[in-house]
């Protein structure tokens, strides 16, 4: 039996037991005190038959550790627990880190995952794309991180590099890319007029400040003379909850925007202002895998108040508060405690945001993955022919969406 195995075994122990006593807390209610004292009991003695007869004596306080990690994790993706090293650089990064990758970054099947890339950023330039998922860190499995530990180590200061290790499909070993770190400049959201009178407005993130820039872009664009408006969130996802929040209410004139809810948390309720609402064009809003927080704030907004059409593909499902909790040990929990839900009452960190109209997301596998022997060394720009990205000559998911705009036009 090997070492590893042996770990995992009394790590999985320890985790049942702590979830167990975390359990007995929480569902107080639902389950009986003696029932839970019975639980306890018996993996109390599992737990004192491992360290009493097995092969040899663990190591508890990492093993601990190691189940401490899990049970956070097997919450969700945003719940960590850092050990009291990993706080203290936790620390150090959210006072110091100036620079990061330009990507955000969650967790799926274990490893860290790319949701989307930032145009122009330092892991678009470096050939990361969206869906990827991140092997390794510096050498270190992201399997065994937390997303906060991932977080800390993919910031840094500016002029830095940093390398991961990529799995993509089609691809039989991780590749190795190098990425240079700095501050990360998100571009604004940009309009143009499309033909039959569409105007187009794409949104790649939500910093403080992006709803402002999105108002000023459908003013434009109305006065332009655009009749419908085609607002592309695909691949927007990060920034603010309430960037999204004050996007969505550009489009409504009433209705529930979104509402946050936990079991500590009493319900707060986002409704849609009549004064702030700036538009009653037509409206189709593009989404995809890479559609995450704030921006599926705007999508099921949108569509769940029967305000316009969502075409595209599922969305990623994010969409929480979290808590930091110090610990006595000097050790920390980043613990979510209250979720964004739909209009319809949907946790959208739980079931994302899913189109009326689907239309399957088009992904180049190996597009911009450059070869182990081709990585352009740090601090230098990869060589032209790896700029040069293979890209979809036909758009399907927004002629589909013009489709359906013009659809509700004609029927109007």
């Known amino acids: 039996m090997s070492t590893k195995f042996k770990v995992t075994v009394i790590a999985s122990s320890l985790a049942i037991l702590l979830f167990t006593i975390v359990g007995g807390f929480v569902h107080v209610r639902a389950s009986s005190n003696e029932g839970a004292y019975r639980q306890l009991s018996v993996y109390s003695e599992v737990l004192s038959r491992i360290r009493l007869e097995y092969v040899e004596e663990p ?4 093993v601990t550790e190691g189940a401490l990690h899990g049970l956070l994790e097997s919450l969700d993706a ?3 627990y850092l050990s009291a090293d990993e706080y203290k650089r936790y620390k150090t990064m959210k006072n110091d ?13 274990g490893y860290a995952a790319v949701v989307a890339v930032i145009p122009g950023g330092p892991a678009d330039k470096a050939g990361v794309e969206n869906s990827d998922i991140i092997e390794s860190i510096e050498g270190k499995t992201t399997h065994d991180m937390s997303l906060a530990e991932i977080h800390g180590l993919l910031a840094g200061e500016v ?6 290790a990529v799995v993509r499909p089609r691809r039989a070993e991780p590749q190795k890319i190098v990425i240079t770190r700095d501050v990360v400049n998100i ?38 003379g655009a009749k419908k408006i085609v607002l592309d969130l695909r691949n927007a996802a990060g920034g603010a909850e309430s960037e999204g929040i004050a996007t ?22 986002f409704n849609a202002d009549p004064a702030k609402d700036i538009t009653k064009l037509p409206v ?3 989404v995809n895998r890479g559609t995450a927080g704030p921006a599926e704030i705007v999508a099921s907004a949108i569509l769940e108040n029967a305000r ?15 808590k930091l909790i110090e610990m006595p040990d000097s050790s920390a929990l980043i613990l979510s405690i209250a979720k964004y839900y739909s209009p319809g009452g949907k946790a959208i960190q739980d079931v994302s945001v899913t189109p009326n109209v689907l239309v399957a997301d088009t992904v180049e596998d190996d597009a911009g993955l450059p070869d182990e022997e081709e990585q352009a060394a740090p601090g230098e720009k990869p060589s032209d022919k790896k700029d040069e990205k293979p890209k979809n000559l036909i758009d399907d998911q927004l002629n589909k969406a013009l489709e359906v705009l013009k659809n509700r036009e004609t029927k109007g």
């Open 59 to 62: 190591n508890i306080p990492v």
């Open 78 to 80: 945003n719940s960590s």
């Open 97 to 109: 880190g100036k620079a990061d990758i330009g990507a955000t970054v969650s967790k799926r099947f």
């Open 159 to 164: 002029g830095s590099t940093i390398t991961v």
């Open 187 to 224: 571009p604004p959201a940009s309009d143009k007029m499309l033909a039959d009178n569409a105007g187009y407005i794409q949104v790649d993130s939500f910093p403080e400040g992006e709803s402002q820039e999105i108002a000023t872009r459908i003013r434009d664009l109305q006065k332009q």
């Open 248 to 269: 969505a209410n550009l489009f409504l004139d009433h209705g529930t925007i979104t509402y946050l809810q936990g079991q500590k948390y009493p319900r707060q309720a």
């Open 284 to 286: 189709a809003v593009l």
């Open 308 to 322: 316009g059409d969502v075409v595209g593909d599922k969305t990623f499902g994010d969409g929480s508060v979290q």
